[in-house]
Structure formats: C-alpha cells, structure tokens
C-alpha cells in the first residue's frame, strides 16, 4: 500500500494549458514537500508546505496543503515545455521519521 | 557551494557481486540518507544516518549495509546482487533544524544495472 497516492501518474499537454496533480494519504503529515526530477538527475526541491490550508506560490506554479495535512496539490498555470520532469511528492508522516514519496506524475509538455 | 556528490555515476555488476557507493554530503551536513529509486517509481527510503549513528532503517533485506564517515561522507554496500537491485541509487544530505522542517538535498545519483 502506498502510503502518498499521486494521480495523475502521467500527464501530456500542449504549452499554455494549465495542470493539476494530486497528492493524498489517509496519514498526517507534520509537512509535505514536492520535488521536481529530471532523466539522469536526483530531485530538486520546489516547496515545503508546512500549514494547514497554506498555499504557496512559486511563479506560475501553485502549492496547496490540505486543512487536515493529509493532501496536497500542485497547479501549473500556462504550463511551458521546460515543466516537462517527474513531479514528485514526499513527506514525513506524523508517527514516523523516514522521508516517503509518492510514485511521482510524469509531465509532458510540447509545443 | 558544492551540492551532494555521488560516486561512481553508474556502475554495472553481475549477481551475487558486492557493491559499494558513495556519497558526499553538502558542507556543513551531518545528516545523509539513502534512497533506492526504481524506474518508474519514487525514491524509496534505505537508510538515514546523523553523526555517524543510524537514525532509520526502510524496509529492505540485510544485504543492505551502511555506514557514515567522521566527515559526514557515507558508503552504500549491497551483498549478492539480485536483478531488482537494479536501480538509481540517490543519496540526500540534511541538516535537522529548529522548527523540525529538515530539508533534504539530493545528489544525482548512482545508476547501477545487474546483469
């Protein structure tokens, strides 16, 4: 059983369209994190959520927390071909110490 | 600044071989943690080490050691390789803070292939 669910695991849009994935548990999270990877390279950190309900902004990509710390959103606005990678989600639930990602959600975005 | 530093990039072995992997953390770290990443799939968590003592254990076989060096550098040992051992092998360094929020910054990896 998979501890984070992403969805959707694979995404193909045109350049311009907007996008949301989806990160869910039915575990506390004391935060959430979501990375970005790209082929042959480790992840990247985007954002750490911390809050409740916090939203973060990074340019045209938009990080929300859930109110109960159990999911967690990343929406990209007028996606560009350099948003292609592998977005991942992760975290550390409540009751434990080990850093847990999701299976990830592989973006493609072409012109 | 130099990030995370992994040795070697990629490796091939035969199975039943033995091998080992390295990992430079980001000065400053004492933190450095382990991840077995299958293609397709996430990170998944091997091993967490601070100054030197293990910290957290993922759930994988015995054949799965590690240890941390006095200067933070850490080594990944893999006994009797098996075909599913073939993975890219990622190696984070941290730095626990105040507010318990700890950062993990990853290095590129070590792609390893079983034949």
């Known amino acids: 059983t998979q501890l984070l669910e992403q969805s959707p695991q694979f995404l193909s849009i045109q350049e311009g369209e907007n996008l949301t994935v989806y990160c869910n548990s039915s575990s506390v999270f004391s935060s959430l994190q979501w990375y970005r990877q790209e082929p042959g390279e480790g992840p990247v950190l985007l954002v750490t959520?911390?809050?409740?309900?916090e939203v973060k902004k990074l340019k045209r990509l938009t990080f929300q927390f859930g109110d109960a710390r159990k999911d967690s959103s990343l929406h990209i606005t007028a996606a560009q071909t350099g948003d292609t990678g592998l977005y991942l989600c992760?975290?550390?639930?409540?009751?434990?110490?080990?850093?847990?990602f999701g299976k990830g959600t592989t973006l493609s975005v072409s012109s | 600044d130099a990030g995370v530093t992994q040795s070697p990039t990629h490796l091939i072995k035969t199975r039943g071989q033995h091998v080992t992997l390295r990992c430079s953390p980001i000065s400053g770290h004492k933190s450095v943690s382990w991840y077995q990443q299958v293609l397709g799939q996430g990170p998944q968590f091997i091993f967490q080490y601070y100054e030197k003592e293990e910290r957290g254990r993922g759930n994988f076989p015995d054949r799965f050691s590690a240890r941390q060096f006095p200067n933070y550098s850490s080594e990944l040992n893999v006994n009797a390789l098996l075909l599913g051992d073939s993975a890219l092998y990622l190696c984070?360094?941290?730095?626990?803070?105040?507010?318990?929020?700890?950062?993990?910054?990853f290095g590129p990896g070590t792609r390893l292939l079983v034949l």
């Open positions: 959520v911390v809050t409740g309900g």
């Open positions: 984070a360094s941290s730095q626990p803070s105040t507010g318990g929020i700890e950062t993990q910054y």
């Open positions: 992760a975290g550390v639930p409540q009751a434990g110490t080990a850093l847990i």
